[in-house]
C-alpha cells in the first residue's frame, strides 16, 4: 500500500522550560518549548529533519521525484523554499517541487499530494511561528518518505471543508495569533471539523490518534467526539514541542507511528484555520529518525532572555563598513561546497582539493577536479572565538542574537586529507576543543542584498 516508509523529526537544540517562562510571566502553557537558534529557520530546520531520514538507510536520494515542503512561517514572503530543500538535500535537478503553506493545515496539504504522486515523495514539515514564548510558540520539523509499498500503509483519507470565520488566523504581517486564548466556540469549531472529516473515513476504529494541538488539552477534547476511543498521549507533543504551527501535528504523528506495533491503526485529525478538517488513516508502524527509544533529545535549557534573542530570525540589516561582498552568481558556484562539503581529488595525483577550484595545490594539475563529498563529520584541528565587536560587519546582526560564535578549522579523512574553516553553532564555542568530532548542520549564515546565504555550520557530536 501506498504510504510512509521512513521518517525523522528536528527540534531545535534549545529547550525554555516552563518555570523559566512562569518567572518571566506567572503562567505556561506547555511544560517546555523548543527554541530555534538565531541561525535557524523553517528552511534549516526542514533540511534537518530530512537529513536525519536519510542518515543511515539505504534510501537513493536519486529516487526521489517529488519534494514537498509545508510551513506557515517559509522564511521569505514569496518565492519558494523547496528548491532550495532539494538543493541542500543533494535531490536531483528534476524533481518535481510543491509548498503548501498559509495555514496549520499545509502538513496534510503536503502529505495527500505526496500520497496522490507517483514514485518517490519526500514531505518537509517544518515551522517556527514568531510570537512570544509566554504563549506557547515552539519550533519544529518532521519528514516523510512516501513510497509504494511502504511500511506504514494510507488506507483512507478524508476532508471537511466549510467556512468558520474568524478562528484561529493571522493578519498579514502579524507574528502570531494568540496561542493561549482559545476560546469554546473555537474549541467546538476544531472538534467539529476534525470529527466531519473522521466520520468519512472507512474505518473501524483506531488504536492511537495525533490531533491538532494548539495546547495539550485539544487532543482529549477532540477525541472525545470519535467513535472508539482511541490513544492519544504519543501522538501529542506541544508539551515538548511548544506549538509549532503547522508542524506539531506531524511531529506527534511521527512519533505515533514509531510507538504503534505493526498491526496498530493510526488517525491523524489536522484543523486548518479559517475551517477545514483532515483526517488520514494509516496501518502499521515506521522507526523514525531524530527520537532515542521514541523520545524527544533533552536538549539544552536556557534562560528566558536568552530565547528572547535567539527567537526570530536575522533580517537584512544595513551592513556598515561593506564587509566581504560574494555576489549571487559566485555563491550560487559555491552553493555544493557549502551543502554537501563537496570537495575535488585531483585526477593527475589524487589530492583531495577543497575548495575545488584553480589548479592543484600539490602538482599544480590544472585538469579538471573529480568531485567527492566530505564526510559530515570531522574533527576540530583549530578553533577561536570571535566575540562582540569582533566579527565582521555580515555577521554582526546573527551575533548580536547569538551572542560570541567559534570559528574552526575541520579537518576530513576520506581517502587523504581536507579541511576548511566554518562556524560553530548550537554550543558554547569556548567549550569545543582541538581534536573535538563535530557534525555538519545547514543554518543560516547571513543575509546579504535581501538575500539568505545559507551553507554548513557544525556542531559538537
Ligand atoms: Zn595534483
Same mark, same amino acid.
Given at each position: 500500500?501506498?504510504?510512509?516508509?521512513?521518517?525523522?523529526?528536528?527540534?531545535?537544540?534549545?529547550?525554555?522550560?516552563?518555570?523559566?517562562?512562569?518567572?518571566?510571566?506567572?503562567?505556561?502553557?506547555?511544560?517546555?518549548?523548543?527554541?530555534?537558534?538565531?541561525?535557524?529557520?523553517?528552511?534549516?530546520?526542514?533540511?534537518?529533519?530530512?537529513?536525519?531520514?536519510?542518515?543511515?538507510?539505504?534510501?537513493?536520494?536519486?529516487?526521489?521525484?517529488?519534494?514537498?515542503?509545508?510551513?506557515?512561517?517559509?522564511?521569505?514572503?514569496?518565492?519558494?523554499?523547496?528548491?532550495?530543500?532539494?538543493?541542500?538535500?543533494?535531490?536531483?535537478?528534476?524533481?518535481?517541487?510543491?509548498?503548501?503553506?498559509?495555514?496549520?493545515?499545509? #502538513?496534510?496539504? &503536503?502529505? =495527500?499530494? /505526496?500520497?496522490?504522486?507517483?514514485?518517490? @515523495?519526500? $514531505?518537509? %514539515?517544518? *515551522?517556527?511561528?514568531?510570537?512570544?514564548?509566554?504563549? #506557547?510558540?515552539? &519550533?519544529? =520539523?518532521? /519528514?516523510?518518505?512516501?513510497?509504494?509499498? @511502504?511500511? $506504514?500503509? %494510507?488506507? *483512507?483519507?478524508?476532508?471537511?471543508?466549510?467556512?468558520?470565520?474568524?478562528?484561529?488566523?493571522?493578519?498579514?504581517?502579524?507574528?502570531?495569533?494568540?496561542?493561549?486564548?482559545?476560546?469554546? *466556540?473555537?474549541?467546538?469549531?476544531?472538534?467539529?471539523?476534525?470529527?466531519?472529516?473522521?466520520?468519512?473515513?472507512?474505518?473501524?476504529?483506531?488504536?492511537?490518534?495525533?490531533?491538532?494541538?494548539?495546547?495539550?488539552?485539544?487532543?482529549?477534547?477532540?477525541?472525545?467526539?470519535?467513535?472508539?476511543?482511541?490513544?492519544?498521549?504519543?501522538?501529542?507533543?506541544?508539551?515538548?514541542?511548544?506549538?509549532?504551527?503547522?508542524?506539531?501535528?506531524?511531529?506527534?504523528?511521527?512519533?505515533?507511528?514509531?510507538?504503534?506495533?505493526?498491526?496498530?491503526?493510526?488517525?491523524?485529525?489536522?484543523?486548518?484555520?479559517?475551517?477545514?478538517?483532515?483526517?488520514?488513516?494509516?496501518?502499521?508502524?515506521?522507526?523514525?529518525?531524530?527520537?532515542?527509544d521514541g523520545d524527544f533529545p533533552t536538549g539544552e535549557s536556557i534562560s528566558y532572555a536568552s530565547a528572547l534573542r535567539k527567537r526570530g530570525v536575522?533580517?537584512?540589516?544595513?551592513?556598515?563598513?561593506?564587509?566581504?561582498?560574494?555576489?549571487?552568481?559566485?555563491?550560487?558556484?559555491?552553493?555544493?561546497?557549502r551543502y554537501r562539503l563537496r570537495a575535488g581529488r585531483c585526477p593527475d595525483c589524487s589530492t583531495l582539493v577543497f575548495p575545488p577550484e584553480g589548479?592543484?595545490?600539490?602538482?599544480?594539475?590544472?585538469?579538471?577536479?573529480?568531485?567527492?563529498?566530505?564526510?559530515?563529520?570531522?574533527?576540530?584541528?583549530?578553533?577561536?572565538?570571535?566575540?562582540?565587536?569582533?566579527?565582521?560587519?555580515?555577521?554582526?546582526?546573527?551575533?548580536?542574537?547569538?551572542?560570541?560564535?567559534?570559528?574552526?578549522?575541520?579537518?576530513?579523512?576520506?581517502?587523504?586529507?581536507?579541511?576548511?574553516?566554518?562556524?560553530?553553532?548550537?554550543?558554547?564555542?569556548?567549550?569545543?576543543?582541538?581534536?573535538?568530532?563535530?557534525?555538519?548542520?545547514?543554518?543560516?549564515?547571513?543575509?546579504?542584498?535581501?538575500?539568505?546565504?545559507?551553507?554548513?555550520?557544525?556542531?559538537?557530536?
Open positions: 500500500m501506498r504510504g510512509i516508509d521512513a521518517a525523522g523529526v528536528y527540534l531545535p537544540h534549545y529547550r525554555l522550560e516552563r518555570d523559566e517562562i512562569e518567572g518571566a510571566w506567572g503562567r505556561s502553557p506547555h511544560a517546555s518549548l523548543a527554541v530555534p537558534a538565531a541561525d535557524e529557520d523553517a528552511l534549516t530546520m526542514g533540511v534537518a529533519a530530512a537529513e536525519s531520514l536519510f542518515e543511515g538507510r539505504d534510501i537513493e536520494r536519486d529516487s526521489v521525484d517529488l519534494v514537498c515542503f509545508a510551513s506557515t512561517t517559509p522564511p521569505v514572503e514569496e518565492g519558494m523554499c523547496a528548491p532550495r530543500l532539494g538543493r541542500a538535500l543533494d535531490l536531483k535537478r528534476g524533481v518535481e517541487t510543491a509548498e503548501h503553506t498559509q495555514s496549520t493545515l499545509a #502538513g496534510a496539504e &503536503a502529505l =495527500a499530494h /505526496a500520497l496522490d504522486a507517483d514514485g518517490s @515523495a519526500l $514531505v518537509v %514539515v517544518a *515551522d517556527c511561528p514568531a510570537g512570544d514564548p509566554s504563549d #506557547g510558540w515552539g &519550533a519544529g =520539523a518532521a /519528514a516523510f518518505l512516501v513510497t509504494d509499498d @511502504a511500511a $506504514v500503509g %494510507v488506507s *483512507d483519507r478524508t476532508w471537511h471543508a466549510d467556512e468558520y470565520p474568524g478562528v484561529r488566523f493571522r493578519e498579514r504581517g502579524a507574528t502570531a495569533v494568540d496561542s493561549l486564548d482559545i476560546t469554546t *466556540d473555537e474549541r467546538a469549531v476544531v472538534r467539529e471539523s476534525i470529527a466531519n472529516a473522521v466520520a468519512g473515513l472507512d474505518a473501524d476504529g483506531f488504536d492511537i490518534a495525533a490531533l491538532h494541538q494548539p495546547d495539550g488539552r485539544m487532543p482529549g477534547r477532540v477525541v472525545r467526539g470519535l467513535p472508539g476511543a482511541p490513544e492519544t498521549e504519543v501522538g501529542t507533543v506541544v508539551n515538548h514541542v511548544g506549538d509549532a504551527g503547522a508542524a506539531t501535528l506531524p511531529i506527534g504523528l511521527a512519533r505515533a507511528l514509531a510507538h504503534a506495533r505493526s498491526d496498530d491503526s493510526t488517525l491523524a485529525g489536522f484543523f486548518g484555520g479559517g475551517g477545514a478538517g483532515a483526517a488520514f488513516a494509516f496501518e502499521g508502524s515506521v522507526p523514525v529518525s531524530g527520537l532515542d536575522v533580517t537584512d540589516e544595513a551592513v556598515a563598513g561593506g564587509g566581504a561582498q560574494v555576489s549571487l552568481p559566485s555563491w550560487r558556484r559555491s552553493l555544493d561546497q589548479a592543484c595545490a600539490d602538482c599544480g594539475s590544472r585538469e579538471a577536479f573529480e568531485p567527492v563529498d566530505l564526510p559530515r563529520t570531522g574533527t576540530v584541528e583549530a578553533k577561536t572565538v570571535v566575540g562582540q565587536g569582533g566579527a565582521p560587519p555580515e555577521f554582526a546582526p546573527l551575533q548580536r542574537r547569538g551572542g560570541p560564535y567559534g570559528v574552526a578549522i575541520v579537518g576530513f579523512e576520506a581517502d587523504g586529507h581536507a579541511a576548511l574553516p566554518a562556524q560553530l553553532t548550537d554550543c558554547d564555542p569556548e567549550s569545543v576543543a582541538v581534536g573535538d568530532e563535530v557534525r555538519a548542520v545547514i543554518r543560516r549564515i547571513y543575509v546579504q542584498e535581501g538575500v539568505v546565504r545559507y551553507g554548513a555550520k557544525f556542531v559538537p557530536r
